[in-house]
């Protein structure tokens, strides 16, 4: 793996080798999320997916913590090696990724204890219920695996491999549409929700996996016992520069309530009840982050650059980056 220079390099050439295979990884991830939905109608019906789309704010809550670790600890890290403090980039990073894993199991203990309780508050209808039980508590069990894999993987790329960081997230995916018709249908294993469950924690455990090993591989920075030692400060650094990621994604967790609230008490007024108008928002949503896969990977691909830039006080570096990426 050849190191780049992020201060010298032309900034179009790194854009297009960090933003595209951002891109692609998340058009794929959003691509398996919308053929997952498909399997599910497929094999268990349009309750299926609504149920789906009950689990989908616990999920988003999960990311949420899962980016502001992950971007934050990768603008940490951008952000030290340009100011040439690579000690203080590796506890970043390690404080990251440990603080990032306690919270992941926190979160999976927390959702597997009260998901019924967590169901009733995301808009949950009587006739989803059992579907999202058998949905939400398998998802449950791979909270470690899918927050530790999103952190490794904003860091690898801050790392300067974007297309390992691809690979693991495709792969991931690919093996998820794979399993999820061996698991659903009545030709195989005849599993039903809970197969679409399985299938999608077995893919976040391949890309956890193929992250984790990447650990020894790290070019810019060596991880060792010391810079794992958890320390508040240096956590919550990290934390408050991916907050604006983590206020993002639990917006959305407050919309998809809102709504999904207002499907159940109104949609039983109307002629196709609740389960279907939350069945199609969840569809909806999921269609719409193709559109976002674009614009967010090109902002996600340019944090590296300008991470470093400024943190070498290269300030007409940032400017460009940020008149490339806007214009």
């Not at 019906?45 to 934050?72: K, R, W």
């Not at 000690?87 to 203990?109: D, F, M, Q, R």
């Not at 009587?126 to 398998?138: I, N």
């Not at 792969?171 to 294993?189: E, K, Q, S, T, V």
Request: hydrophobic share 50%; aromatic share 10%; with cysteine.
């Amino acid at each position: 793996m050849k190191q780049v220079d992020l201060g010298t390099e032309k900034i179009g050439k790194l854009l297009r080798m960090f933003a595209i295979p951002t891109i692609i990884s998340l058009v794929v991830n959003a691509l398996y999320n919308m053929v997952d939905q498909i399997f599910i109608g497929w094999g268990v019906g349009y309750l299926g997916n609504g149920a789906t789309n009950i689990v989908f704010p616990i999920v988003v809550i999960c990311m949420a913590f899962s980016l502001m670790f992950g971007d934050g600890t990768s603008a940490y890290l951008s952000l030290k090696l340009g100011e040439k403090k690579k000690k203080e980039a590796e506890k970043g990073v390690g404080n990251g990724i440990i603080t990032g894993a306690i919270i992941s199991v926190i979160l999976c203990l927390g959702v597997l204890i009260f998901l019924p309780q967590l169901l009733k508050l995301f808009g949950c209808t009587d006739a989803l219920r059992e579907y999202a039980l058998e949905y939400g508590r398998v998802i449950a069990i791979g909270i470690p695996f899918m927050m530790i894999g999103t952190i490794l993987n904003s860091v690898i790329r801050a790392d300067g491999s974007p297309r390992y960081s691809m690979i693991s997230m495709v792969a991931g995916a690919i093996l998820n549409i794979i399993l999820d018709p061996i698991f659903i249908f009545d030709w195989g294993l005849n599993m039903g929700v809970t197969g679409a469950a399985l299938a999608t924690i077995l893919s976040q455990f391949v890309t956890f996996l193929l992250n984790i090993l990447y650990i020894k591989k790290f070019k810019t920075i060596k991880l060792s016992k010391e810079s794992l030692k958890p320390d508040f400060k240096t956590a919550k650094t990290v934390a408050t520069y991916g907050i604006s990621s983590f206020i993002t994604q639990m917006t959305v967790v407050v919309v998809i309530t809102v709504q999904n609230t207002l499907f159940k008490q109104y949609g039983v007024l109307s002629k196709f009840g609740p389960e279907i108008p939350i069945t199609v928002l969840g569809i909806v949503m999921k269609i719409n982050q193709i559109l976002n896969s674009i614009i967010i990977g090109i902002a996600v691909g340019s944090q590296p650059i300008v991470g470093f830039n400024y943190g070498a006080r290269k300030f007409d570096r940032v400017k460009q980056t940020l008149k490339v990426v806007l214009g």
